[in-house]
């Protein structure tokens, strides 16, 4: 099926010879047009549902390509390369890579919004992958140009510890195995005016001390705190 107007079409055309995939697919393109359509534009026709879908896609993508890529590898560091993998900020940057924002249908104060930017590339990459998804009920159009991407990011992010968000990667560690969020109690352990780590956090499992650490802020203290009990649960022995 095609939309009936020609000029969208032939967009979209475009954008999924982009992304490498051969033409005569199966791809839904009312959906693919709905998932580069922005809420500024219509209220009930956007990619707000689509962006629900696919993000379940994308960690579903990241998780298989962890499984199969690092068979020996903990899954507390799936955990934690995975919430790197998914964040916005990554998700943009992929989505710039393959011009998203050529496509992107936005009205309005939102096409001035730079700030949102990053957001809206993002909240767009997961509708489309939801709209690719949803075309097939598979991967079929997905893993064959996501997987280097996510393969290559995997690399360099298990080569660089420190871009790593031990935050994200403790929260999805706890809910997978307990069901719960962790809790992090901070207190200010020095006077504003000192150029010193201002905040000092602890955070806790079911009573049990996970970890503690120190920062300028207090997300730099939760992520301190984060980084020693996510290191801990993630050795071998603790497996």
């Known amino acids: 099926m095609t939309l009936v107007y020609p000029r969208r079409q032939r967009q979209l055309e475009s954008l999924v010879r982009k992304l490498g995939l051969p033409p005569g697919l199966p791809i839904k393109w009312e959906l693919l047009d709905l998932a580069l359509t922005h809420p500024s534009v219509s209220e009930s026709a956007n990619y707000e549902q689509l962006e629900f879908v696919g993000d379940a896609v994308v960690r579903l993508a990241a998780a298989v390509v962890l499984w199969e890529t690092y068979p020996d590898c903990p899954v507390g560091d799936f955990a934690a390369i995975r919430s790197v993998l998914v964040s916005d900020r990554i998700l943009a940057q992929l989505a710039r890579e393959y011009g998203f924002q050529l496509y992107l249908l936005v009205a309005g104060s939102a096409t001035s919004d730079k700030i949102g ?46 871009r790593l968000n031990y935050k994200a990667a403790l929260q999805e560690w706890t ?15 020095n006077q504003p005016n000192q150029n010193q780590e201002r905040f000092a956090a602890e955070v806790w499992l079911h009573d049990n001390k996970l970890g503690e650490g120190k920062g300028r802020s207090i997300k730099a203290a939760e992520q ?14 603790n497996q």
């Open 224 to 237: 301190a705190a984060a980084k020693v009990a996510f290191l801990a649960i993630s050795q071998p022995e």
């Open 175 to 189: 809910q997978a195995e307990f069901k719960v969020l962790p809790e992090y109690r901070v207190r200010e352990v």
């Open 117 to 162: 930017q990053e957001s809206r590339l993002a909240d767009a990459f997961e509708a489309v992958l939801g709209a690719l998804y949803l075309s097939t009920n598979n991967l079929e159009l997905i893993r064959p140009w996501l997987d280097f991407h996510l393969q290559k990011l995997a690399t360099d992010i298990r080569s660089d510890p420190a």
